[in-house]
């Protein structure tokens, strides 16, 4: 390091400064005027900047392609979307060549057939004939342009090449021997994802892609390389050879493994969950989904509770689910009402936490909490804790400020957005602990003094105020801190003084990190006055799947009752265990940072005993002698639109009301003092957030392979 | 059929080396790899695997920076071109990594050139394993590459490379026990006039003492001083080993170096040529001297 140092120092000593390099926006910019070209005789109209591709996609014609994808840079190298363009002596590449007004264009031509039928011949050269052991049969892009374009026999007498396959880690499976260079994935790993470890090595017929050195795939959206391949060269290695996408029933989904509330679909057979991949939805995660959404499912085979448990003598022992709820029946007896609390964890459903809410309230019990250690924020302003530009605004964005947040490991879709947003030139600046976040960002300093001085006058103050659109996105560990009302009336300041908040458009956000916690906040989760001011221990706690509460939450004396899908701590520390459903097997709504509700949907049967979240509740409310009036989903769910209307209005946003930043002059009255201590995420490991990840053997193999990083190194080093 | 059993080969070195759990086999590996003398396309480079496979002299605890001087070297590269171009002195930047490190890139060489140029390093690796100028593995101090191309096979290419391997005991891509010699083949290297020839890359003497000679109009009894007196130490003439330059003075013949024989009427392109010779443009013309005023 300290050579290297030496080494910048000589080079800045002649002269030369480092200038970032050229970044390349994926996507064209908006253009208002049309010009209009003739695609098979039929006119269409399509934005200036369009490709020829997209004139043909906008006249309904398809055009087969490999290399091409709308989210990635052009790279033109797969030749198989040639057409024929009058004018041009020969076929064109209708990705690579930008449509001109007039154009007349010609995609079902039998020269047109012919050039195709000749890529498609050269790419089958080397291409195996393994589609029968493939897992992308069924789905290959290139099985089926074969069908179109692909001859019955080849021209090729000599052998096909062979190439070593690449261990990118635990989730990617390799077949490299498959693929046809279409350099799709190393164009997502170099844009979208912001790893910059895949690339073509050799040239000519030695050319394979990879990484040059074994070497793990460190993002969160290697997952994503999956769908993007067109051939079966990367497939998902936890689902290798379990199913023919043929035998997949698919329900469109939630993901619920951190707050953004991806879209996905979830494919099943039978009764098991075989693959989970996203759904297009633009303003939420474009068509990207993490590598904990995508591969956590496995867990939803280990560790479930699928029997109601009462703790007997000999631990917790087996029981019906009467004897559960007689259980919990003679505990609550024996306590008033505000000797109860409920604590929400992070994967509680709306409806779920309205009715527990409902049941605790009627049986005078007031302290209802979310593990995530924020019982006293103030929640009465909806817009002081959602994500107030949405997640599209981050497109509009041109001045990020992140304050104790570290979006790569909180929602690694959303970091992918910010980082399109900074190589189309929006400067991301960030104050809290240092995180590597896949994009140069301006560190601003560490804690809530850094705050303050940013707020003074400071030069980068001059620049967010001189900014259109400016964000500034706290995240989710800043409202866990003890300190929490002295930092948000400091980022208060700062949002005052930098105008963050102006007409038409509301840069203040929040990124929460788990999937429940803005329902928890909308619906009013949170203890009363009452509870707030009482010191006295409870005697009896409520866990609704939360397995991250803080010991204080939970006294050594209460009675607890745990409502959750999988063991992990808070049924270990139950007393009695009521076995629920995974979002996989429920009707649940999230509401995602956005404040945007939306509804997971059953893909598969519950696991034996197991029930309803809401329909828990409901039944447990019954034996407590304080029946609650809701029958069915559709009950929960009005009443959940009585506490909360906008939750009535889903996949919306309804936007918040700003209030011109009254509740941070009520924390700001409250004069605590913040702490020195740096502005961190609440999230260490992305891999093990919640009760479903960590009973995930995928996602714990990925952590292993974050250990240690480099597989060869160490057989080397001993083997020589 | 041939290229079937070539590849067969390739595929069984392929094999051998991912089988064998450390590089120590990696001499026989690379034996394996030359069956045949042939690979996919005539390369001076004696690397088999476009992807890097740890070994004792090369792994990621290797190390490896430029020297003071070379530093003055590498900020001038960079200055030739634009800042916001500074990839653009990747291949330069390689080069004088490899003559430094004795003529082949370690995986700390390339990493280093990706530190000073502000690049991923898959996008060194990527441009290091695309040409086949750039070793990738170790490498003897005289790298001798032999031109195939046709001009020089026609005039006795497959005569050098027989003399040379039967010299040195080594094939294409292999290196002498002693490190002294690497045989590469090499694609035309515009010499074509002098052929056959062979080029020469001497990595003894780092970047100061670099040398990239061509040797032309070689017989085998040539090349095999050639390498003798780089051996020794000593410098062997370079450039046409029969010519000053590339006057018509001869050819090599079968082998043998051939001196012109003037033709039968003393034509040649040293002497006066006979004529008929241009008429002075100062004077007219005879047939428009004659015409009729």
Redesign the interface.
């Known amino acids: 390091m300290q050579r290297y140092r030496g080494a910048l120092a000589r080079l800045q000593a002649v002269g030369l400064q480092s200038a970032r390099g050229m970044a390349a926006a994926a996507q064209p910019a908006p253009a208002e005027d049309l010009i209009e070209v003739t695609v098979d005789g039929q006119k269409v109209s399509v934005p200036k900047g369009s490709n020829v591709l997209q004139a043909c996609d906008a006249a309904g014609k398809d055009i087969p392609r490999f290399c091409y994808h709308q989210r990635l840079s052009i790279a033109g190298n797969c030749r198989m979307c040639l057409v024929e363009v009058e004018k041009s002596p020969k076929p064109v590449a209708s990705c690579a060549m930008p449509a001109g007004p007039g154009m007349v264009i010609k995609t079902d031509t039998p020269l047109v057939k012919k050039a195709r039928e000749g890529v498609m011949e050269f790419l089958l050269i080397n291409h195996p004939l393994d589609c029968p052991i493939c897992d992308q049969g069924g789905e290959c892009d290139l099985q089926d342009q074969s069908m179109v374009f692909g001859s019955d026999r080849g021209r090729f007498t000599e052998v096909k090449r062979a190439v070593a396959d690449k261990n990118l880690g635990p989730l990617v499976k390799t077949v490299m021997t498959r693929c046809i260079h279409c350099t799709r994935c190393i164009r997502f790993a170099k844009e979208i994802a912001g790893t910059d470890d895949l690339g073509i090595t050799g040239r000519g017929r030695d050319a394979e892609v990879g990484t040059y050195v074994e070497k793990l795939m460190t993002s969160e959206l290697s997952g994503n390389v999956i769908d993007l391949c067109p051939v079966g060269a990367l497939t998902s290695k936890p689902a290798a050879f379990t199913y023919r996408n043929w035998e997949l029933k698919t329900t469109e989904s939630v993901d619920t493994s951190d707050a953004m509330g991806a879209n996905i679909r979830v494919d099943t057979r039978g009764m098991e969950v075989i693959r989970v991949v996203p759904r297009l939805n633009e303003d939420v995660n474009q068509e990207w989904i993490s590598d904990k959404a995508r591969f956590q499912y496995d867990a939803l085979r280990y560790q479930r509770l699928n029997v109601p448990l009462v703790r007997g003598e000999k631990g917790l022992q087996q029981a019906s689910w009467p004897e559960a709820f007689a259980a919990i029946a003679r505990a609550a007896s024996k306590v008033q009402g505000h000797e109860m609390r409920a604590v929400a964890g992070r994967l509680a459903d709306a409806e779920s936490m309205v009715l527990l809410k409902d049941l605790m309230n009627r049986l005078g019990c007031g302290d209802l909490r979310s593990e995530a250690g924020f019982a006293d924020l103030d929640a009465d302003t909806r817009s002081s804790y959602v994500f107030n530009s949405t997640i599209a605004g981050v497109d509009q964005a041109d001045a990020i400020l992140l304050v104790g947040c570290n979006p790569r490991l909180e929602a690694p879709v959303l970091n992918a957005r910010i980082r399109a947003a900074n190589l189309a030139g929006v400067p991301v600046a960030a104050v809290g602990e240092q995180y590597d976040l896949t994009y140069p960002v301006e560190h601003l300093g560490a804690n809530g003094d850094a705050l303050d001085k940013l707020a003074k006058n400071s030069d980068y103050m001059k620049r967010l105020k001189g900014a259109q659109r400016p964000m500034v996105i706290v995240g989710a560990g800043v409202l866990q801190r003890a300190d929490r009302d002295a930092v948000l009336a400091k980022v208060a300041k700062l949002v005052e003084k930098g105008e963050v908040v102006r007409e038409g458009w509301n840069g203040f956000n929040v990124l929460h990190d788990a999937a429940s916690r803005v329902a928890a906040l909308d619906l009013g989760f949170l203890p009363s006055a009452r509870a707030r001011a009482s010191k006295a221990a409870p005697k009896l706690v409520y866990l609704l799947g939360a397995d991250d509460y803080s010991e204080a939450d939970v006294p050594p004396t209460a009675f607890v009752v745990y409502q959750g899908h999988h063991g992990d701590r808070g049924a270990a520390r139950a007393d009695v265990v009521l076995p629920a459903t995974a979002y996989t097997e429920k009707y649940g709504t999230y509401v995602n940072f956005e404040g945007r509700p939306q509804s997971t949907k059953p893909a598969v049967a519950s696991v034996g005993d197991a029930r309803d979240d809401w329909k828990i509740v409901r039944a447990l409310s019954e034996v407590l002698g304080a029946p609650l009036p809701y029958n069915s989903l559709d009950d929960a769910r009005r009443r959940l639109a009585d506490v909360a209307p906008h939750l009535a209005r889903r996949d919306a946003v309804e936007a918040p009301l700003w209030l011109a930043g009254e509740q941070w002059k009520a924390a700001g009255d409250r004069k605590a003092a913040a702490d020195a201590a740096p502005l961190a995420s609440a999230i260490a490991n992305f891999y093990q957030t919640d009760a479903i990840s960590r009973a995930s053997k995928v996602m714990a193999k990925c952590v292993r392979a974050r250990q240690n990083p480099i597989p060869g190194l160490h057989a080397a080093s001993v083997g020589n | 059929m041939r290229?079937?059993v070539q590849?067969?080969a390739r595929?069984s070195a392929?094999v051998a080396h991912?089988s064998a759990?450390?590089?120590?086999s990696a001499a026989a590996v690379q034996a394996a790899a030359c069956v045949g003398s042939r690979r996919?396309?005539a390369t001076n480079s004696h690397d088999i695997?476009?992807?890097?496979r740890?070994?004792?002299h090369n792994?990621?605890?290797t190390e490896f920076?430029?020297t003071?001087a070379n530093?003055?070297k590498?900020?001038e590269i960079?200055?030739r071109y634009p800042?916001?171009y500074?990839?653009s002195a990747l291949i330069p930047l390689l080069d004088l990594a490899q003559q430094q490190n004795e003529g082949w890139l370690s995986?700390a060489a390339m990493n280093r050139v990706a530190?000073?140029l502000?690049?991923?390093?898959?996008?060194v690796?990527?441009v290091a394993?695309?040409y086949t100028m750039f070793n990738r593995s170790k490498i003897g101090k005289y790298h001798v590459m032999v031109c195939g191309t046709t001009p020089c096979m026609l005039q006795g290419a497959k005569g050098i490379y027989k003399a040379l391997k039967d010299h040195l005991g080594i094939d294409y891509g292999q290196t002498t026990p002693d490190g002294m010699f690497t045989l590469g083949e090499m694609e035309c290297m515009g010499a074509c006039v002098n052929a056959p020839m062979i080029a020469v890359a001497d990595y003894t003497k780092g970047v100061e003492g670099f040398s990239y000679h061509y040797y032309e109009d070689l017989t085998p009894q040539d090349v095999i001083s050639i390498v003798d007196t780089l051996k020794k130490g000593g410098k062997p003439k370079a450039g046409s080993q029969h010519r000053s330059k590339a006057e018509p003075a001869g050819a090599v013949v079968d082998g043998k170096w051939v001196p012109s024989k003037p033709g039968a009427d003393g034509m040649t392109l040293t002497g006066e040529p006979p004529g008929p010779y241009c008429r002075n443009l100062d004077e007219p013309a005879p047939e428009q001297a004659a015409a009729p005023k």
């Open positions: 290229r079937a590849s067969l595929f392929l991912q759990a450390s590089s120590t996919w396309f695997f476009n992807t890097h740890h070994e004792a792994n990621w605890d920076d430029f003071d530093y003055e590498v900020a960079i200055s800042t916001n500074k990839a995986l530190k000073i502000d690049m991923a390093e898959i996008r690796y990527e394993t695309f």
